[in-house]
Every structure is written in structure tokens, then in C-alpha cells.
């Protein structure tokens, strides 16, 4: 009676290609997608919070008024509320595009980008209104 040998399991001839059967093609791709896209609102999320936070700051350039003819000082606050109403509103509506995107199984991460700079042109936009309520 001859025992079987235990190397007699494993096949000599090389065989296909194994793939994980719970991770299908291109499955990868979108892990990526929604890594990136995460971190990239992230990001936008920051931009944000410092426009938010240095909002009401801006009030400081006005400081050289009391001796110097200066603009109107209702430009501070349109600063400060495009700061606190645009920011918040444009980083929603990206997470929003972006989530609906992801859902759909379609990339993303582009929506983000974008965000991102149109979070810097509301923060640009913001500082510059403000701005006109300094000395001139």
C-alpha cells in the first residue's frame, strides 16, 4: 500500500492567471477614484474653514480709517458674507456632484478639482470686496 504523496496537490504546469473573484476588473480604478476624490474635498473643506475663519479678520485692513479717507465700510460685510454663504455653499454642492458621481459608478475626483478652484476664486472674490472698504 503505497501513501500519496502531499506534493501530488499542486499542479506542475503553470495555470491561468488567478483573480480574486471579489474584486472585479477595474474595481481598483474606483477605489482610487473615491481615495482621491475624498482627500481632495478634504482639501476644499480647509479652503473653507480658513475662508470662514479669516472672514471677520478683514475688518482689520479698515484700522488706517480713523486718519485716512477710506471706502465704505459695508464692503467688509459683503466680504465676509460672500466668505460665509459661497463657501459653504459651493463645498456642499461639490460633495453633492461628487457623491452622485461616485453612486453612479462614474469618476469623480475632476468635480473636486474643480471645486477646489472655484473655492479659490470665492475666497479671491471675498478678500477683494473687502478690500474696498479700505483706504484708497
Do not use: K
Request: overall charge positive.
Amino acid at each position: 500500500m503505497t501513501h500519496p504523496s502531499p506534493f501530488d496537490a499542486f499542479p506542475t504546469q503553470p495555470g491561468p492567471p488567478v483573480r480574486r473573484p471579489d474584486r472585479p476588473r477595474g474595481q481598483n480604478a474606483r477605489i482610487a477614484d473615491i481615495v482621491v476624490s475624498l482627500l481632495l474635498w478634504l482639501v476644499q473643506a480647509l479652503l473653507v474653514g480658513v475662508g470662514v475663519l479669516y472672514a471677520p479678520l478683514m475688518a482689520m485692513g479698515t484700522d488706517a480709517c480713523s486718519y485716512q479717507s477710506c471706502g465704505s465700510e459695508n464692503w467688509i460685510w459683503v466680504g465676509i458674507l460672500i466668505a460665509w454663504i459661497a463657501g459653504p455653499l459651493a463645498l456642499l454642492t461639490v460633495g453633492g456632484v461628487t457623491l452622485y458621481r461616485i453612486i453612479g459608478n462614474r469618476p469623480a475626483w475632476f468635480i473636486v478639482v474643480a471645486g477646489i478652484a472655484i473655492q479659490v476664486l470665492v475666497l479671491a472674490l471675498a478678500v477683494g470686496t473687502a478690500a474696498q472698504a479700505g483706504p484708497s
